[in-house]
């Protein structure tokens, strides 16, 4: 069974920076893109940034441009974020999720066959 478990959410301040990682368990992916996405209360899923499975092809929101980094570690079948200057519009639910389709710059939540529950990052101002 395919499992995506998020981790490192947490409550901080604006200007500071977390790094969320995503372990996936059941199967190995590292021929398949990982991607970020975040949910914040009464909005939609958006797309945050997503790595192809070798890990030097990226696509990035224009919202997180700049301060935020994917990356990921196909030994450990594990993607990353590392958010930077964060700032209060950046609280939300955030998921990783994994791609089955051929291409792998997909931004639309529907293109994601796999999805992890979610850590909650809080921004306080």
């Known amino acids: 069974q395919v499992q995506l478990v998020e981790s490192g959410g947490g409550l901080v301040q604006a200007g500071g920076s977390l790094r969320l990682s995503c372990a996936a368990s059941?199967?190995?992916?590292?021929?398949?893109?990982m991607a970020w996405f975040r949910q914040a209360p009464g909005k939609e899923r958006e797309f945050v940034a997503v790595?192809?499975?070798?890990?030097?092809?990226?696509v990035y929101a224009d919202s997180v441009k700049d301060r935020f980094t994917i990356s990921r570690d196909n030994a450990k079948n594990t993607v990353y974020l590392w958010m930077g200057s964060l700032e209060p519009e950046d609280t939300a639910l955030y998921y990783c999720?994994?791609?089955?389709?051929?291409?792998?710059?997909?931004?639309?939540?529907?293109?994601?066959?796999?999805w992890g529950q979610g850590t909650q990052v809080t921004v306080s101002s």
């Open positions: 999720a994994v791609s089955e389709t051929p291409t792998w710059d997909n931004t639309n939540p529907r293109d994601y066959d796999y």
């Open positions: 059941g199967r190995t992916f590292d021929n398949r893109p």
């Open positions: 790595i192809n499975p070798d890990g030097i092809g990226t």
